[in-house]
């Protein structure tokens, strides 16, 4: 996201080596209230960020950003990780906010090796509201005991996660400070670190 956002704005004016990644973190949430399309989102997102930079970005801008989600590149442990925990016999449901087609098209075009996926277009809400897991449990007949969330974001994953009883290890990559009440099950900087949790 960084950057595509950040070279979209640079075009229009943005500074070089500003990051817009907080920014554009707080003003997504804020369009995930209501669902609607992940494009849109992004699309709306794109042109509040800009806005808070004192830049204007036309729609077609914003949406043409919103189109380069497949080619996002992965964390660099993504793709061996999620084969590693196929291969110790872990079932991997990706939990997405975003669309379907999108999803399909990351998957895709980064070989990632999953069992399956839930979209915020599947259930009709973002995280952090329970659509997707109200959706997981039901879909795929497990248990909360059985179950392990693994995500980055605090506000989106991991205070939803544990508010239902379900275990959750915070892949915290940029070493932020862990926010007060708020109890992951595991820290690891990267997934590495998870599957080294987990051999234990």
Same mark, same amino acid.
């Given at each position: 996201m960084e950057s595509h956002l950040g070279g979209l704005l640079q075009r229009e004016g943005l500074r070089p080596g500003v990051s817009v990644y907080p920014v554009y973190v707080r003003l997504e949430a804020e369009q995930e209230g209501e669902y609607k399309s992940y494009r849109t989102v992004l699309q709306d997102t794109a042109i509040a960020v800009a806005k808070q930079f004192n830049i204007s970005i036309s729609k077609g801008e914003a949406q043409e950003f919103a189109e380069t989600i497949p080619i996002w590149k992965p964390f660099s442990d993504t793709v061996n990780a999620l084969k590693a925990l196929g291969d110790r016999g872990y079932k991997r449901i990706i939990l997405s906010n975003i669309d379907r087609d999108l999803l399909q098209q990351t998957i895709n075009q980064n070989d990632l090796s999953v069992d399956g996926y839930i979209t915020a277009e599947d259930v009709g809400s973002y995280k952090p509201a329970s659509g997707h897991w109200n959706r997981f449990f039901s879909e795929y007949r497990v248990t909360? @005991? @059985?179950?392990? %969330? #693994?995500?980055? &974001? +605090? /506000? %989106?994953?991991? #205070?939803? &996660?544990?508010? +239902?009883? #379900?275990?959750?290890?915070? +892949?915290?990559? /940029?070493?932020?400070?862990k926010p007060a009440n708020v109890n992951p099950t595991f820290v690891c900087p990267d997934l590495v670190g998870l599957l080294n949790v987990l051999d234990q």
């Amino acid at each position: 996201m960084e950057s595509h956002l950040g070279g979209l704005l640079q075009r229009e004016g943005l500074r070089p080596g500003v990051s817009v990644y907080p920014v554009y973190v707080r003003l997504e949430a804020e369009q995930e209230g209501e669902y609607k399309s992940y494009r849109t989102v992004l699309q709306d997102t794109a042109i509040a960020v800009a806005k808070q930079f004192n830049i204007s970005i036309s729609k077609g801008e914003a949406q043409e950003f919103a189109e380069t989600i497949p080619i996002w590149k992965p964390f660099s442990d993504t793709v061996n990780a999620l084969k590693a925990l196929g291969d110790r016999g872990y079932k991997r449901i990706i939990l997405s906010n975003i669309d379907r087609d999108l999803l399909q098209q990351t998957i895709n075009q980064n070989d990632l090796s999953v069992d399956g996926y839930i979209t915020a277009e599947d259930v009709g809400s973002y995280k952090p509201a329970s659509g997707h897991w109200n959706r997981f449990f039901s879909e795929y007949r497990v248990t909360k @005991e @059985e179950t392990l %969330h #693994v995500a980055q &974001s +605090i /506000y %989106h994953d991991i #205070v939803p &996660s544990t508010r +239902i009883g #379900v275990a959750n290890a915070w +892949i915290n990559r /940029y070493g932020e400070p862990k926010p007060a009440n708020v109890n992951p099950t595991f820290v690891c900087p990267d997934l590495v670190g998870l599957l080294n949790v987990l051999d234990q």
